[in-house]
Every structure is written in C-alpha cells, then in structure tokens.
C-alpha cells in the first residue's frame, strides 16, 4: 500500500487515487490538426523507467494534482496542485 | 552423449546416473556480427529466434537477453493459453498460437504440458449472458470452438463454484472454451531456447542493450553490456520494458508498463480441472499440476516498473477468489509477485517495423502475452526475414492508432484479455 | 528413534493440562503448551508425512516456520486447514491431525513405490517424456497424486478474519535477544513501539539456549522486559508473522490465535522497522540425510528444554559450528548417549561433560529405513543412532530485508548472506544481521538498530556466554548416494548437478528447474546448500551465483486473513434506492444493473409481468423509479461553454428552462454517454447521464474543468444521491399529476416536452422534467431521497382511478426499444460513434471544438462499412431474435459477422417481436433482408429503421 500526498487532504492511500496520464500532454484542438499529432496526444506515451512526472486525481475530493516519482522505488518525490493557469487555453 | 528426450531416453540416462544430458541450450560469447539479432530472451524473443532459424533458414542470429532467458513475463504469468477473442484479427492470430502449441511438445521435442481442461468465462446476470451469446456467436462464426454454458454446464466443470443464487455474484452460465487450457510457462521458453540453439541460435544470457547503432536513418546494430554487435536487423520483444529501449531508438509507443500481480496458494490436491475468469470478480484462477492454486487478478492502480506484489490488490484479488470458490478459505497464500506488462490503448499486441526502420516490434501484449508466443514468434519472424507483414500482422501495425482501427477486445466484445 | 517424554522439566508445556488428539487415526497424548510436532515426538512417532515427489517418509525437521516435512492436515476442534506445520500448530484437545500426502497414512504409503524409480525420474524429467502420443493421456494421472493437503469442499467458514491497522514509531520484528533489547529501549525513550514474534511467547533462543542477562535468568528477564515494553505503552504480539514489507514500508502481519478464531490481519505502518527474525539452522549434506530421526541440532534442544522431550537414546550430532556443542551436552544431561561429529578439527569450543566428541570427521551417509538406525562417517566409522541432530550452520532470516529492496552481501566468515547498504527506515540486528554471534555481540547491535548509545539500559549478557565458530560444510559435487537438499520437495544434489549439467545455471534457473525453494517452506532450510553446490559445480563462489528473489509470504498466509469481512455484498456494495422497501412491498423482484440493485418487474412470474406492465404502460399511465439517473449539476461564469465543449451537441444556445438530448464522447470519438441536459438559469446546467455511468462522467467532468477550464470558472456537483427521480409516463401522465397538486402549470404551452416547471410537493421542492424514454407524454420528478416515499405512496393513491402499473426496468427496455432509444453500453459498443447512430448534425456542422472531435474524422471514423443503428423485423408468427446473434454474410466459402442483436424484445403493443441491431452499412440497407446467425441456428430478418412505434411521435403530446 503506497502512501500518497493530496495537496489538499494530506497523506492518504493509494486506493484513493486514480491515475490520470502523464503530465505536459497538450490537447491539441482544432479540425486541422494532423492524424498523426491527435494520435501522439491520444495514445504515445514517455512511459519512463525511473523519475516520471504524472497527472492523478484523488477521487475522495476529487482534485487533479501533479505527482512527480519513481516508477521503480516508488519513492514519491513531490505532489503539487494543478496549476489550472498552465493548464488553461 | 543424450540429445533426444523420450521416455526411452530417460531409462537409458537413469541406468547410467543422468550424466549424459547435453546442456538444454549453448552459452557462447557473442560475435561481433549477426544476420539478425532479437532483444529479448523471453518466450516471444526464443520462440522469434526458432521460427527465423526453421522456417526462414536464418540462423546466424542472437538473442539477447539482459538477465535470465524466461526471466520475464515468460516465468511471470499465469500460464493460461486460449483463443477465445471476438474479432477476426484477433482469432487469427491467437488462434494461430493455439494451434502451433498444440504441436508445440512434438515440435521442439520438449513437454511444455499443455493441459487443456478448458476454460470457462462466468456471465453474472441475464445482461451477461447476452453479451456471452454474442462473443460465442462471434467465436463460432470465426472458428472458434466456443460454447454457451448453462449453470448446470459451470457446475459440471467447476463444482466448487459458488452457485448460491443470492451470491455477490451468482452464476448464470458461462462462454466455454473446450480447447483452452495452461502450459508450463518455463518449458515453453526452455523448449524453444533448447531448438533454436540447436538451430545454431546463439543464446546470450547477461547481456543488456543499452543503445542502438543508427547509422544512415536505419537502425545497425547494438551497444550491449558484452560489447557491440552489428547487425541490419533487430527484432524487440522485450514486454514490461518496450517503452525503455524505444526511447533508446528514438521513438514513442502507445504504452503503459503497469505490474499484474499473480499468486498461487499451497499445493492441495485436485479440487478445479479447469480455468476460470470471471468478470465480477475479475479474478482469473486454475490449478495446476503440482497442485497450487493459480491466482491472476486486476492491474495495480500505479504505472509501475517494480515487479513486487502488493498489499490492496491482493486483498482485492483473494476476497473475490473467496466469493467465486468459498471452500478455499481454508487455503494459505504461499507465494505473492508481479510482472511489468505493456498496456496499450485497445489491449491488442503491436507487431511490425518501427519509426526506426531496421528494428522490429513485438510488443504490448498487455497481460496476455504467454498464450500468444508461438504467434508472436511466427509472426517478428517473418517480419525480420521478408521486412514485410503477413495478413495475419498487418492489422496489429503500430498504424492502426494513426488510422483509428484499434482492435479493441473489451469494446466489442466486453470481455478483456 | 527412542524419543519420549521425560519425567520432569519443559518450560512451555502445562502438564496440570493434559491433551489428546489423533494423528493418522492414531491417539496421541500431550500437554497444553505442546506443538503437534512436540507431542509426536513425545510418543514416538517417527514418521509423519511424505514427501511431494517421491513420497519418501519423512519426520519432524525443525521446531518452527522453516519446517519443510511435518506437514498435515488439520481438522476438528479448529478451523480446517491443509499443510499446517505440526511444528507451530498447538496441540488442541480432540483435534484430528492428518498426515499430508500419503494413503492410507504415513507410516504406510500405497504410493510409497515411486521411490523405487527415482533414478529414471530425477528433476524435471517431465519436461523429457509424456509427448508420445500426448500429454493429456498422462496428465490426469499425475494431478491425481500431486498435491499435498486435501481441501474438505464442505468446508463452511467460521466468520471473517479481523483486520486491524495500526501506526507505531517503531515495529520490531523477532522477540529474541535482539529484538527485546531494540524494542525495550525504544519503548523506554518515549517511542510507541510494536513487538512482534511468530512463536506463541517471546523470547526467541532465549527460551531455550543456556544464557543470563543483568544477573538474572533469561526467563525472568524476558517477562521482565515484555513488561516495561507494556508499561511504557508498546504491543507486543506472540504467534504473530511479519509476512511481508510491502511498498512505503507498510507491514503485514497475520496473528494466530490459536482457538478456532480465524486468524488477524495486521497492517502496520510503522516509522521505522527493526528486522530480528534471528536465523535458520540449515541440514548437513550427507547421503539418505532426509530420514525420519534426523532433525535439526536447535531443534532437539528446543524440544528438551520447551517440551520437555528426549528426541532419542542415542544420538549423534553433527556440526560445522560451535551452536552444536550446547545441544550436546544438554542431551547428554538429560540422559542421552551422545556422540558430537564436528567437521572441524580445530579452534573448537570447550567440549560438554558426558559428550564423546569426534572431530575433523564428516558423516558420509545415514542408515535406516523408516528411521534412523546409524550414521557412517567419512573414515568408514559406524556409529549407531537413534536420533542424528544436525547443525549444518545458519542462515539468517533477511527475508523481509530483501523484500523492501534491501541488497544482501556475503560473509565468508559466517559462512552466510547478510544484509548490505541499509534500507531506508529498515535496520536488522542480532543474527539476522550478523548470524550467530555471542549474545552481547547481538545486544550492540539491537543498540545501534535503535539509535541507542550503549547505555545502562542495554542489557548485559552476564553469563558464559557461546561463541559462534562455524565453518562452511556445502555439498559436493559427485557425493555418493542421495544427498537432499529440499526435502519437501525431494530435491538432491545429484539434482543440481543435472540441472548444472544441461546449462541451468541461473540461481532462478535452478530453482524453476528443479523446483528447488519452491515448496510451502520456500527454501528457508535448502536454498544456500543448492546455490553453494550450484557455485562448486561451475565454478563460481557463492555470491557470483546470487540468491532468488524473496517474495512475500515470509510463511504461508490463510487467504481468509486477507479477505476480512469483504465478502458477498461487503466486497463489492450495490447501490440501493431511496424507497426500495416500497418496492419490496409492492412485490418487485430486484436485479443488479449497472452496480444498482433495481425492480426488474413486479411479480414473480417474470415473463408475464413484464410483458403485462409494457403493455398497460401504453394505455393509461405508468409509474417508474428513475432515481439511478444521474443529475450532476454544472455551475459558473463558464458553464455554458464547458457543456459545448462536453457535448457532442451543441448545449449553449438552450433556453433556461429547457432541456436538449446528446451526446457524451470520449476523446477517440466513441459515444460515452447519451442523456438530457437541463438548463435551469443562465450559468446553471443538470446532466442527465446514465445510470451507470454517474461516477465516470462526474470524474470526466472534473478533469476538464480542471484542466481546461480553471477552478473559478466552472463548479460541478454530483447531486444523484440526493434526489429521487420518479417518473409518471403515458397518455393519463398529466391527468395523475394533476392530482399531486405540485403547484406548477403542467399546460401544455407552459411545459411543452423537453422543458422543465418548478413546484412543490407538500412542503418540499420538487422539479418536473417533461422528457420521455418511452416514446408517450411524461414527467419525471425529483423530490429530496428522504421524502420520495410519500410521493411515491401518493402516486399510487392518484394512479388507482387510472389504472396506473408500476414497471420495472425490464418493462422500461421494451418500451424504448419499440421506440428505437438506445442504451449506450447495449445497444451501442466501444467502437460506436454518434453517426453510427444517425446524429451527424454536428460532426458535419458545428465550428467549435469538443470532446473527441477530432477522432471522427480518422481513416476509420470515415469508413463506409461502419456498424450502424438499425431496427430488426422477423416474420409474423416468429419468435424474437436473440440478442447476441450476428447478422452474417457470406465471402468466398467462409461466413463473416456484419454485426449483431443488441436488443430484442417481444412488444405487447405491436403484438410482434422488435429487435435493434448495429448492421455493417444499416442505415443504407432498410428493407434487406440479411441472415441471423445464433449459437449455429439460421434465421432471416429485415433490416428497418430503429423506430417501431409511432414514428411521428404523436403520443409524445397525446
């Protein structure tokens, strides 16, 4: 059982959280944008070994935050709130 | 000197002590130079390695493994072997491995105990059994031996079952697979090794890639922890790591590496014949030879790389093992662990030339990579050897997430791999 | 083996307590405070189990969790359970104990016969033989006797296991020495501390290895220390395991209560861990060292000194160090002749009174049948015995060191693995750490585990104290006869020579080849010999050859430990209506959909109900619990254009007031969820998703508001469970509500369909959606959950003049589907996009940007040959189609599935069958007549628009 930092609930296990993707994967909008660049978005993943930097939520409050970890150790470096002005259009 | 094994064979070596067995597979240095070189030494790299060296009359090749051949997925998993899949694509193709395994102990002259007692996928409610009726119907159409199980059908092949009607989740019937069995997962990749060795395959244990040689946009061979190899073609099956050497060539894939925890309990005697799954409880379970019962579950909540079991699935896991068969509550849990599996957007394996041209793919296996590597090994084969698909690896490119024809199981069917 | 009960002595057993139980039929006598191991051995019994492969007979190895042979099944006063350790199971007055693996028992094996064979079937010779002319011939033969215990199919379980968490500064693990010393000083500094051991008192080798401690006996100083670890507020747990460490430090335990409770499980989540689980003596390799009456040197002193039982008359022990030499003289003090084997010659400690010692001298092989009857030693001697206990030295138990990732370094010195770079938050003292040292030595290091100084509070070891020599006797490769190494598993050295033979030289590779370890003691007494013999044969040292990875369990776990009260609905809850005991007494039967337990119908004779409630549903007026729809309510500066962007329709330009039916996409362009948007002011929306899909939409929802929207922009709150939602439909709808007196206009031209009105009912609120799913006029109204009943109760009272029904879902289904309504997961599958199902307004029109735009215009969103929405007509006369058949074509000889039923039904309206179907090219192809393939039956049917039933939608005002 891995222990996980809400930034808004504190520490609380992992059973209460949910994996949302890899943080810094822009939704390119718009008609035009080219098969292959809506299929990068959609579906090509870093998926690193080691440091990786991750959108989860915590479904018992329901906040996306940004978890940065280790994908080996498990080792949990930082848990930030997601910044939505980054985020935002 | 005993090469052949058979029963003869065996009396012959008791007689004078087992000191004339040959080693099942060589272990020489690598050359500097191959036709063709496959990452991976797991059951899809092996089996990849034979089919080149038999059916292509390639054998100045090399498989590359960074540990222990079978030391992957391979020795991981919980050995089921089927092909019950709802769409054309993905009964070609799994039905492919099911036949060459049913071959397979002939073939490669090393019993890999396919044990086909069946497998049956318990339906919950009238909705499920609909949706069972049509995947057996999709099965039957395909050529899939796939039966719709009436609950007294479930209770004749697994009496142990929880048939309570006021259970969690009772038992409406079930889709049957005749057919569909276990293997001993670590014969598989010690039978394929032992042939292909005898091929002329060389087998290199310990040897980890830890870059690609590109040379003019292609992809020419390999950086290893046992110096470099050159070689114009690369074949990767290396399930749980593929996204690690990708991005060593250069390239993305449609991936998440995710831990799928196994386990199996004491050994007891006979009490399950044949594999169940049900998708309540999404508990996979069967019992084998020796005795123990089998236990495969749900994915952990974490993308992961550390191949260690885990404290909430497993209690997941075994409370629903507990509601399928309540008599196993006298059971103990004698070994927990994991295995680090590709999972890919629609579940269904990648197989055919990457972004870097020269090296081939065989991966995203998801969780059900075992039953398919007498297929995955035909098919990365055939691949390294003509540079081409065939029609039954076409539909499994990695183009298919550019063209949107995901070949998604679970979408038309309901039932995950 | 002469083994008995002496007159006097045994410091855990009771003898004012007698017990009696049976093994293999047979009664045995005992004491409270006795093992079944302990008991055995106190009447004699030699053989007690057989082995997995070869059935060789087998007796009592060990006194502890590392026992790999006295194994049995247990049945009677406690809970059933197969393969429990006769070693750690008390003795429990009117249990049955069975021997594992062995007909009719034990002492005689019917299949006792396969030894005879061995030669020809040494490891893994499966993987050599049983392909001709198939393995299914063989297979069920080999199933038949493999297996150790037998599970009893009648087995009812005797309650759910407790679970209990718990957060502590520090967990000790091992109530030895090392572990009592850490635990107390942490305790006396002010930690809350946890003390754990797996045997049933604490202690460790204290409680039976000569030793005194501040002066005092070692008896008097553990209950001493046990009480100030109490005293200052710590838990210390006897018959409790540490299992395992899992990620962020998190410990299992699993208590054993030893009186027919199932046993507890323990999720501790310590600060820090301090590992001092001691060590395992290990066998010494000779030939036929597996017979019964050879037993671990520690062993025998443990039996004599806790149980009070002499394990034999005449006794040989052997060793490669110094731990032997106590157990020697304790034997021979207890009346034992004893002759000590000690494979060294020199730097040897001081040799006990009444011990004959041999020294420089190995045993070559041991001699008996059934049991033991002597030993010969490497010079040719024989000696006669009884009893051989053997030290073959220690291994320490690093187990749970390993687990947390911990590396292990190797001691030449010590002849073992030991932990290497510390682990975060992990410490190991005494002989897990060290191996066998002096006791002070194990002191130090319990000090420096908790960050203690050596101070007055570190106990002292004040008494002589043994010192712990040893010398590494591994086997050797082309011994003579048959030299075991697993012996629950029946593994030989001659075993793993073969698999260094065939190139199975991978420490995994031996072990899977073999199945070295891989029995239910996991290697703890096997797994170093195999490994070193492993190294002597290639060529390599101990370390270069490596250890197996160790899993969790540390000892075998009952799955029921795991489970706790997760059981039926406890595991995996429904979710309930609001007023389902109205339900109850209306005579509903309930089914689960969707994860809500809801009335399929009313009545027990299912078809009839449902057909009955369908049809009079059209001709007066129904009344129907819709309350599982979601109503997920969207507020905010931007909410309106957060639901354009949701929604493949555009939302925006609703009028408040109003509501709109669409579509849900997921990013690939799938249809997610269908359902009405409701706008109740300018800036304030309710989705209506599906039942089912509330949780997934609400988290959708939250994630692009999140990500896209911003906090201050949008706020959503999911609002499902706090309302009811009980809908009134059919052509007397309006007439029933009437009635209710809600205080709103229901005219027409004031609540037109798909507008919603505001009343009251009683004193509560309540709102009127006039939307329809059964294709006739209707209103659904939401009410607070707690007052539903009333409503719903006053309902009733007003539909009696109207002969109003009350439908279940399965009545529901019928009535949309004689409409052509969809149910998003039934009728539509993971590849359907909204113009499959006739939308294609704003794939082709709208300008904005939406969830999953972008995925319908892929290679395969554009296709022609998409499955599509269609109706489904049989001919008059016949039966319904059924769902999950496939429409099929014919290609070249082979038949090709085109799509499939998704929903068929017989309607009572029309007095035919109606089907819906997703047909390859279907909206094209209304008036085909295609082939319907189920479960190989062929039938015909033609392809119709997915409307059945009042096309023009005239009962939607009527």
Redesign the interface.
């Known amino acids: 059982m891995q222990l996980f930092h809400c930034p808004f609930c504190g520490q609380r296990d992992e059973t209460e959280f949910h994996f949302g993707g890899e943080a810094g994967n822009i939704r390119p909008d718009g008609a035009d944008v080219t098969s292959e660049r809506w299929a990068s978005y959609l579906y090509l993943r870093d998926n690193p070994k080691g440091a990786v930097r991750e959108v989860w939520v915590h479904m018992t409050c329901g906040e996306f935050f940004v978890m940065a970890r280790d994908s080996v150790s498990h080792h949990v470096a930082s848990t930030t709130s997601l910044d939505c002005a980054e985020h935002a259009q | 000197m005993t090469r052949r094994y058979s029963a003869l064979s065996l009396i012959k070596e008791g007689l004078a002590g087992q000191k004339g067995w040959q080693p099942a597979w060589r272990s020489p240095e690598p050359k500097k130079n191959y036709d063709a070189v496959i990452i991976g030494g797991g059951g899809h790299g092996l089996a990849t390695a034979y089919y080149l060296a038999r059916t292509h009359g390639i054998s100045n090749i090399a498989v590359l493994e960074k540990g222990w051949i079978g030391g992957g997925n391979t020795g991981r998993n919980t050995t089921v072997v089927r092909s019950n899949y709802y769409y054309p694509e993905s009964v070609a193709i799994y039905g492919l491995a099911h036949r060459l395994y049913e071959g397979l102990s002939k073939e490669l002259n090393y019993n890999v105990m396919l044990s086909q007692r069946g497998m049956v996928f318990l339906c919950h409610s009238i909705g499920e059994m609909e949706i069972g009726a049509r995947t057996v119907n999709a099965m039957q159409i395909n050529g899939v031996d796939a039966e719709m199980f009436s609950v007294d059908d479930v209770r004749r092949v697994a009496p142990a079952l929880n048939f309570a009607p006021d259970a969690r989740y009772p038992v409406f019937g079930g889709v049957w697979q005749g057919r569909a069995g276990t293997a001993r997962h670590d014969a598989v990749a010690w039978g394929y090794a032992r042939a292909a060795s005898a091929l002329g395959v060389d087998i290199i244990q310990n040897c980890e890639v830890s870059d690609f040689i590109i040379e003019g946009g292609r992809c020419r061979g390999v950086q290893t922890s046992r110096g470099t190899i050159r070689t114009d073609r690369i074949g990767m099956a290396v399930a749980g790591h593929s996204s690690v050497l990708a991005a060593k060539a250069g390239f993305r894939l449609p991936i998440n590496s995710y831990a799928l925890q196994a386990c199996v309990s004491e050994p007891v005697k006979p009490i399950l014949d044949t594999v169940v799954l049900s998708p309540g409880t999404g508990v996979y379970v069967s019992q084998s030879d020796k005795g123990e019962i089998v236990i495969g579950g749900a994915l952990d909540r974490t993308p992961s790389y550390g191949q260690r079991g885990n404290l909430p699935t497993l209690e997941n896991v075994i409370s629903g093992l507990l509601e399928m068969f309540p008599a196993f509550g006298q059971l103990k849990l004698m070994r927990q662990w994991a295995g680090i599996v590709d999972v890919v957007p629609d579940s269904s394996p990648i197989i055919g030339e990457s972004p870097l041209p020269g090296l081939f793919l065989n991966c995203g296996w998801g969780t059900g990579g075992f039953k398919a590597i007498p297929a995955g090994g035909t098919l990365l084969a055939n691949l390294l050897a003509t540079g081409k698909h065939n029609d039954i690896s076409r539909p499994f490119d990695l183009d298919r997430f550019v063209t949107g024809r995901l070949l998604d199981e679970a979408a038309g069917s309901g039932i995950a791999h | 083996m002469t083994a008995m009960r002496l007159a006097s002595g045994g410091s855990a057993i009771d003898r004012a307590r007698p017990v009696t139980f049976s093994f293999d039929g047979r009664t045995v006598s005992g004491f409270a405070g006795d093992t079944i191991a302990s008991a055995l051995l106190a009447n004699d019994v030699a053989v007690v189990a057989r082995s ?1 492969k070869y059935h060789r007979p087998r007796g009592i190895w060990g006194a502890g969790v590392e026992e790999p042979n006295a194994l049995v099944d247990v049945s009677g006063s406690v ?5 429990t350790r006769a070693t750690t199971e008390p003795a429990v007055e009117g249990m049955a104990a069975r021997s594992v693996n062995a007909q009719p028992n034990a002492a005689s094996d019917r299949n006792a016969f396969i030894d005879r064979f061995a ?4 490891a893994a ?8 002319p198939d ?2 011939l063989f ?1 069920p033969r ?3 006797v ?10 009812q ?1 005797p309650g759910p296991a407790d679970q209990l968490n718990r957060h502590c500064d520090l967990l000790v693990v091992g109530a030895g020495p090392a572990g009592l010393a850490a635990a107390r000083l942490a305790a006396t500094a002010g930690q809350s501390v946890m003390l754990v051991d797996d045997q049933p008192a604490p202690g460790g080798s204290l409680r039976h290895r000569a030793s005194e401690i501040d002066g005092k006996p070692a008896s008097l100083w553990i209950d001493e220390t046990v009480a100030a670890i109490a005293q200052h507020g710590g838990l210390v747990l006897s018959s409790t395991t540490a299992f ?1 460490i ?3 430090n ?1 410990v ?1 335990l699993n208590q054993r209560h030893g009186d027919g409770r199932p046993d507890t499980l323990w ?1 501790v ?1 310590p600060r820090r861990i301090v590992l001092a689980a001691g060590a395992i003596e290990r066998p010494l390799p000779f030939a036929n060292n597996d017979l019964p009456g050879i037993m671990s040197a520690d062993a025998a002193l443990s039996y004599l000194r806790r149980h009070a039982v002499l394990v034999g008359k005449r006794v040989v022990v052997a060793t490669n160090n110094d731990s032997a030499y106590e157990v020697a003289g304790a034997l021979a003090g207890a009346g034992a002749d004893v002759t000590l084997i000690d494979m060294r010659k020199d730097a040897l400690p001081r040799l006990p009174g009444g011990v004959r010692l041999v020294a420089g001298r190995l045993i070559a092989s041991a001699r008996g049948k059934m049991r033991v009857e002597g030993v010969t030693l490497d010079d040719g001697t024989l000696l006669d015995a009884d009893c051989v206990a053997v030290s073959g030295g220690w291994t320490p138990t690093i187990h749970l060191f390993c ?1 947390a ?1 911990g590396k292990l370094a190797w001691s030449e010195q010590r002849a073992a693995f030991l932990p290497g770079d510390p682990v975060e938050g992990i410490a190991v003292a005494g002989a897990a750490a060290t191996g066998i040292v002096p006791l002070s030595e194990a002191f130090e290091s319990a000090a420096s585990a908790v960050a203690a100084d050596a101070n007055e509070a570190t106990p002292r070891s004040t008494g002589a104290e043994a010192t712990g020599g040893v010398m590494a006797a591994w086997p050797i490769p082309g011994a003579k006869g048959r030299v075991w190494i697993d012996y629950q598993n029946d593994v030989t050295a ?1 075993d793993v020579e ?1 698999a260094a ?4 030289i ?1 420490v ?2 031996l072990k ?2 073999t199945t070295l370890g891989m029995a ?1 003691d ?1 290697g703890k007494t096997s797994n170093l010999a195999g490994l070193a013999l492993m190294g002597a044969v290639t060529g390599r040292t101990v370390p270069e050859v490596g250890t197996t ?1 160790y ?3 540390f000892t ?5 430990s ?3 009260v ?4 406890l ?2 809850p429904v979710r309930r209506l609001p007023i389902e005991n109205a339900h109850r007494q209306q005579g509903a039967v309930f ?3 969707g994860g809500w337990l809801r009335p399929a119908h009313y009545g027990a004779d299912a078809d009839r109900a449902i057909q009955d409630e369908a049809r009079r549903a059209r001709q007066s007026v129904a009344l129907f619990d819709g309350s599982t729809l979601g109503k997920i309510e969207v507020m905010g500066p931007k909410a309106a254009e957060f639901v354009d962007f949701i929604y493949y329709n555009t939302m925006s330009t609703l009028k408040p007031g109003r509501c709109r039916y669409g579509f849900m996409l997921s ?4 249809v997610f969820d269908d359902g009405i948007l409701v706008r109740l002011g300018v800036n304030r929306f309710v989705v209506s998703c599906s039942s089912s899909h509330v949780a997934s939409v609400h ?1 959708r929802l ?2 692009w508001r ?6 201050d922009a949008v706020y959503i709150h999911n609002a499902t469970a706090e309302m009811a939602t009980l809908t009134v439909s059919g052509p007397n709808s309006r007439t029933l509500l009437s009635a209710l007196d809600l205080g709103l206009s229901l005219d027409d031209a004031e609540l037109p369909h798909m507008a919603i009105g505001e009343g009251r009912f009683e004193q509560d609120p309540v709102r009127v959606a006039r939307v329809s799913f059964t294709g006739d006029r209707s209103y659904e109204v939401s009410i607070r959950a707690d007052r539903a009943e009333r409503l719903w109760a006053r309902m009733h009272e007003a539909g009696k003049a109207l002969d109003a029904v009350t439908i279940g879902l399965e009545a529901l289904m019928i009535l949309r589907a004689e409409k052509g309504y969809i149910v998003i997961g ?1 009728d539509t ?3 359907t996009m909204p113009h499959d199902l006739g939308v294609e307004g704003p794939r082709s029109k709208r300008a904005g ?1 939406y969830v999953g ?3 319908l ?5 554009v296709s022609g040959s998409r499955q599509q929405l269609v109706g489904l007509a049989v001919a008059p006369g016949e039966q319904a189609l ?5 429409g ?1 074509t014919r290609e070249g000889g082979r ?3 085109q799509g ?1 039923v998704t929903s068929s039904y017989f309607s009572p309206t029309l007095d035919r069958p109606i089907a819906l179907g997703l047909i390859e090219r279907g909206a094209s192809r209304h008036g085909e007549t295609i082939d319907i ?4 039956m062929l039938r015909r049917a033609t392809i119709t628009a997915p409307c059945a039933f009042d096309a023009s939608g005239a009962r939607l005002n009527a």
Do not use: C
Not at chain 3, 667 to 670: A, T
Not at chain 3, 706 to 711: A, I, L, M, S, V
Not at chain 3, 882 to 886: M, R, V
């Open positions: 997995f809970a059933v359970t197969p393969n030669r020809f079937i040494p010779f499966y993987y050599k033989t049983f392909m001709w393995w299914h297979e080999i199933r038949a493999a297996g150790l215990g037998a599970v009893d199919r009648d087995w379980s395992g899992y990620d962020h998190l299992g999720r989540r687990q990732r001659k073969l033979r065939e190139n199975f991978s995994e590779h899977r080849y239910t996991q990875t899993r969790p369990p075998p776990v009952p799955l029921a795991f489970v706790g997760r059981t039926g609905e595991m995996s089914q689960e959909y990013e690939n362009g799938v988290a939250e994630e999140q990500d896209r929207f911003g906090r039934k599958d993971g590849t940007e735009r972008r995925s215009f892929t290679d395969v969103a059924a769902t999950g058949a496939h099929i038949i090709k599935s499939f393939q189920h479960l190989g």
